[in-house]
């Protein structure tokens, strides 16, 4: 069945080491996106891409990065990772046209 | 001011009870609304999408939406133990689920 996977699933780090979060789909979607889950303010938008090679900021994108290169993987890099950065976040897709984004399982990061 | 404000709740109720989920919004250019569910450690999953203004049936569910008065709403009838989980409205001004701002997220618990 197709899906979407997120790794690792919890993670703890260092203030100022770099991190990434991996998100891979097995639905051939163009558009991906990365939010983060923090209680009080719901889901806020990182980044997203709408295909290969494609990037744009979303609304909280300072201090993260991605890359597209194929059409599975939207990998998130936290540059150097700060106190502020702890929080759970959710890799999802979104066919063309389509009316729902797909959801990942999360990633719980804890930066110390 | 956010763009989209939801109570965070909690909400409790009895179960067989109808639930009454609501968003407020500010930005008028929106017009496709949804509605996610997210049980505990897992990531939203689509509920309900609607398009501009309206309602919409599926089952236990519906989802208002009254743009005139930029205020969307999900009623859950003969509410379950099973519907306990956090519901988030989201709302996009682009077709269907593309660029989504989330509200906080309600979190509801069904007693038995």
């Known amino acids: 069945d197709a899906e979407i996977t997120q790794s690792p699933r919890h993670k703890i780090t260092e203030t100022g080491r770099q991190v990434t979060l991996a998100c891979h789909q097995t639905w051939n979607h163009n558009n991906m996106f990365w939010y983060r889950q923090d209680l009080g303010h719901g889901l806020r938008l990182i980044h997203y891409s709408y295909g290969v090679h494609d990037t744009n900021k979303g609304e909280v994108s300072d201090g993260y990065s991605v890359s597209r290169s194929n059409t599975e993987d939207l990998p998130l890099t936290l540059e150097s990772a700060a106190s502020s950065q702890t929080s759970v976040y959710f890799c999802?897709?979104?066919?063309?046209?389509?009316?729902?984004?797909?959801f990942g399982p999360g990633t719980r990061l804890l930066v110390l | 001011q956010k763009e989209v404000e939801q109570d965070p709740g909690p909400l409790s109720v009895p179960e067989g009870a109808i639930v009454s989920l609501n968003c407020t919004y500010s930005?008028?250019?929106?017009?496709?609304f949804m509605w996610y569910r997210q049980y505990s450690r897992k990531g939203p999953e689509l509920l309900m999408y609607?398009?501009?203004?309206g309602n919409k049936e599926d089952g236990r569910f519906t989802a208002q939406v009254d743009k005139s008065s930029k205020y969307i709403s999900l009623f859950i009838r003969d509410s379950q133990p099973s519907d306990s989980a956090t519901y988030l409205c989201a709302m996009s001004a682009q077709e269907g689920a593309q660029k989504l701002v989330f509200g906080q997220g309600t979190r509801l618990t069904i007693n038995p």
């Open positions: 609607t398009y501009s203004s």
């Open positions: 999802a897709s979104r066919r063309d046209r389509g009316e729902t984004q797909y």
């Open positions: 930005n008028s250019a929106f017009q496709y």
